[in-house]
C-alpha cells in the first residue's frame, strides 16, 4: 500500500499548483467570466505544450502514457484558483471518449491536435429527459446510405460552445451510437448558456446532421456502454477538482478566521467557530482520502470494485464538500455572500461539480444497488 | 499510488486467517457468529492463545515480545481478528502502559511489568479521571505524599474501567500542589491488591460491568513505581494519548456492525421481501457504508505513513472523531432496522442472538464520542495544534 505520488507525478503536481497561483490567480478567471470564450485559447495552448493535456493518454498518440491519477492531480490543482480553461469538458470527457471509442484515424485527426493544445473537445450526452441516465438517448442516428443523419438535441454540453469537435450520442438501429460531429457542420445550431459557476456550455440542435461513416466511433450500439465508463472518470475528476475546492475554502476561512476581529477579539478565538472549522477539516481530509481511492479505481476494469469507491467519493462530494461549501461562506459571514469576495465563487462551484455526473441520490442509489453490497455478508 | 497489498503480505493474511479458524475455540466462534458479546474472561482466554503464539502484542518491539511485523502485517492481522470477530484484548497493558513503558519505563520496570502483560498474568485499569477533573484532566486532586522511600497515595478515580478485573492500575496523581497545575502530576503504577485500595463496580448504560470508582485510603506506594520522572505526568499522559487516538478509530467495530445490521436488514421484511432488498433500507445502509469506506481510506494514509516510519499526518487526528460518531450512527441505524424488536433487552431465545448484542452495545458505545477525551475536547486540541486558530 502506497499513497505517494512517484517523483513525475509530483513534479506535474507542483507545476501545474505553481501556474495556478502565478499565472492564473482568481481575478484571471473573474476576468474571462464576462468573455465570450470564458477562457484564453492561448493559455490552453500553454497547457498543450507543458504536456497537461496528454497526460492520460497513450503515447502512440502523442500522449503521456499516464494514467487517471496524473489527470486528477492536474484537475486538483487547476480547481484551486478557479482556472477556467476546460480541461474537465475537452480531456476527460471529449479526449477520454475519444481514446475508449475512438480508431486510429480518429485519433490522429481529432485527439492529437487536442492533446497538442490546437484543438478543444466536447461530449454531447445529456438530454431534457436523461438527466443522469446517459442510455437514455432519444437524438436519432439515421442510416442515409452514405452515413448517418444526425437529428436531436443536447443540453449543457460543456465547452460546446467552443469545442472544434463535439463528440454525440445518438441512437442508431444497432443501439446508442457515438459520432465525431463538427462544430461547424450544417445543421449544428447552439445557445450558449451561462452555468452557475460562471462558465459556459451549449444547449445543441442538430437538424439532419450529415456525418460519413468514419464519424462513427466504433460499432453501432457499442455508445452507452463506454459513457458509462466515461461517466466514472469523470465523477472522479469532478472529485479531484472538489479537493482542490474544499482545501482552498477551508484554508481561506481559517484564515479569515485569524484575521477578522469582533468583540474586540478574533473571531476564531470563538470555540463555537473552531469547532465548526474543525469539522470542515475533517470532512475536507475525507474527501482528500476517498478521492485517493477513485482516482486510483478509475482505471480498474471490475466494474464493481470501480464504482463503489467512485460513488463512495462522489458522495462524499455531495455531503461533507457541499457542507464545506456551505460553512465556508457562513464563517465568512456577510462578506461572504458578495460577488466581490472570491469564497463565493469557490461555493458555486462546488455546487456544480454536484450537480454533475451523478448527484448524491444516484450514487447512493448505484452503490446500495451494486450484487456485492448484500454478497459482504459473513 | 497502490492500494493493493503484495503477494507476501496476502500470503500472510491467509496464514493468519487459518490460523485464528483453528486456535479459536468452538464456544467463542459461536458467540462470534451470533451475539458476539464476549465477557472478560473469554477475552483473557484469547489473550492466553495469542500468547502462547507469540502474537499477542504484534506493536511491541520484538526484544520486547513483539512479532517483528512491519505497519501492514500489522493491520492485516487486525483485520482478520476482527472479521473473525475474535474477542478484543484488554487494552490497558498491552496497547497502555505497556507501550508507554517500553518508551519510558526504567529496566527494572521493564523487566518486572512487560512479561505479566504479555503472558495475562497481570491485567491493568486507567486512574486518570476524577469525579471533579473530567475534561480537565490536569484540575485532578488525588494526591500522592512524598514519605522517603515511597507515597501515600489518597483520593478517588473514576471510570476506572475493568478495575474488578485487574491487579494493577496506572494513575495521575498530584505531586506538587505549589507548580502549574500541569507540572505537579506525577504518573504512578498502583498495585491494587495494596491496603486501603477500594474498588467499586459500577454499571454501564449497556448493563455491563466495565465502569469503577477505585478508592485510594492512605496507600502506600513505593517510588521505584514513578514512570517517567517525578512531576513529568503530564509528558506521560500526552505520550500515552498518541497510542490512544488510533485505537479509537474504530474500524473493527464499524465493520462488525455494518455486518450484523446488513444480517439482521436480510431477516426482517417491508412490503413482502427482506429489508435488505429494499431501496429504501439499502439507500440508508449504503449511506454509512460509503461514509465507513472515506473514513477507512484515512486510516490507511495514516497505515501507509507507519509503514514507512514516518509519524503519521495530520489527517490521523480526526480518526477517533469521525469513527466514533460513525459507530454510534451505525449501532443506532442497526436499532432502526430491529423496529420493535429494539426493545429487547438481554433476554434469551426471544430475537435473533444477534439482534440481543444491539441494544447493550447502542448504549455503551455513547461512551464513544465521551472516552478518550471528550470529542470537543478533540477540537479544542485540532483547532489550536493543527489549524492553528488563535486561543481565547
Partial sequence: MDFELDQDQQMLAKTVADFARNESPVERFRKLRDDDIGYDPEAWQQM???????????????????????????????????????????????????ARAGDAAQHEAYLTPMIEGETTLALAYSEVQSRYDVSSVDTSATPDGNGYEISGEKIWVLNGHRADQLIVSAQAPGGVTLFVVPRDADGVDMTIAKTIDGQKAAFIRFEGVALGEDA?????????????????????????????????????????LGMREQFGVKIGSFQGLQHRAVDMYAETELLRSISIAAMVRADEDDGSVRRGDISAAKYQLATGGIWVAQQSLQLH?????????????????????????????HHVARFASDPSFAEALV | MDLTFTEEEEAFRQEV???????????????????????????????????????VAPH??????????????????????????????????????????????TDAQKKRFLPKILSAEEFWCQGYSEPGSGSDLASLRATAEDAG?????????????????????????????????????????????????????????????????????????????VVGGINQGWTMAKALLGHERTLLAMIGPSRNVLQKLKRIAAHK????????????????????????????????????????????????????????????????????????????????????????????????????????????????????????????
Fill in chain 1, 48 to 98: 498543450g505544450e507543458l504536456g497537461w493535456l496528454g497526460v492520460p493518454f497513450p503515447e502512440s498518440v502523442g500522449g503521456f502514457g499516464g494514467g487517471f491519477i496524473e489527470c486528477a492531480m492536474v484537475l486538483e490543482n487547476l480547481a484551486t484558483t478557479l482556472v477556467p480553461e476546460p480541461y474537465l469538458a475537452s480531456v476527460v470527457l471529449g479526449g477520454m471518449t475519444l
Fill in chain 1, 216 to 256: 462513427r466511433l466504433g460499432e453501432e450500439g457499442s455508445g452507452a456502454a463506454v459513457l458509462d465508463r466515461i461517466m466514472d472518470y469523470a465523477a472522479a475528476a469532478a472529485v479531484a477538482e472538489g479537493v482542490g475546492i474544499a482545501t482552498t475554502m477551508l484554508q481561506m476561512t481559517v484564515d479569515y
Fill in chain 1, 333 to 361: 459571514g456577510g462578506i461572504g455572500v458578495t460577488d466581490e469576495h472570491d469564497i463565493g465563487l469557490y461555493f458555486k462551484r462546488m455546487y456544480a461539480l454536484n450537480a454533475l455526473f451523478g448527484d448524491q441520490e
Fill in chain 2, 17 to 55: 486467517r487459518a490460523w485464528i479458524q483453528d486456535a479459536m475455540p468452538e464456544d467463542m466462534r459461536e458467540t462470534a457468529r451470533g451475539a458476539g458479546g464476549f465477557t472478560p474472561e473469554d477475552s483473557a482466554t484469547w489473550h492466553k492463545i495469542l500468547y502462547d503464539k507469540g502474537w
Fill in chain 2, 60 to 105: 511491541w518491539p520484538a526484544d520486547f515480545g513483539g512479532t517483528g511485523w512491519d505497519a501492514a502485517r500489522r493491520f492485516i492481522f487486525n483485520e482478520e481478528m476482527e472479521v473473525a470477530g475474535a474477542p478484543p484484548l484488554s487494552v490497558f497493558g498491552l496497547s497502555m502502559v505497556g507501550p508507554l513503558l517500553i518508551s519510558f519505563g
Fill in chain 2, 149 to 225: 522511600d515511597h507515597f501515600i497515595v489518597n483520593g478517588q478515580k473514576t471510570w476506572t474501567s475493568y478495575a474488578q478485573y485487574a491487579d494493577w492500575i496506572f494513575c495521575l496523581v498530584r505531586t506538587d500542589q505549589s507548580v502549574k497545575k500541569q507540572a505537579g502530576i506525577t504518573f504512578l503504577l498502583i498495585d491494587l491488591k495494596s491496603p486501603g485500595v477500594e474498588v467499586k463496580p459500577m454499571m454501564t448504560l449497556g448493563h455491563t460491568p466495565a465502569f469503577c470508582d477505585t478508592f485510594f485510603d492512605n496507600v502506600k506506594v513505593p517510588k521505584k513505581n
Fill in chain 2, 269 to 392: 421484511t417491508v412490503n413482502g421481501r427482506p429489508m435488505l432488498e429494499d431501496p429504501v433500507w439499502r439507500a440508508k445502509i449504503a449511506r454509512l457504508e460509503m461514509r465507513f469506506r472515506a473514513h477507512l481510506m484515512v486510516s490507511y494514509r495514516a497505515l501507509a505513513d507507519q509503514q514507512k516510519g514516518k509519524t503519521p499526518g495530520p489527517e490521523s487526528s480526526i480518526l477517533k472523531l469521525v469513527g466514533t460518531k460513525l459507530i454510534q450512527e451505525l449501532t443506532e441505524l442497526a436499532m432502526e432496522v430491529m423496529g420493535e424488536s429494539s426493545l429487547t433487552w438481554y433476554n434469551d431465545g426471544i430475537c435473533l442472538p444477534v439482534e440481543e448484542s444491539i441494544g447493550p452495545y447502542f448504549c455503551y458505545e455513547r461512551a464513544a464520542t465521551i472516552y478518550g477525551g471528550s470529542n470537543e475536547i478533540q477540537r479544542n486540541v485540532i483547532a489550536k495544534m493543527i489549524l492553528q486558530l488563535p486561543s481565547s
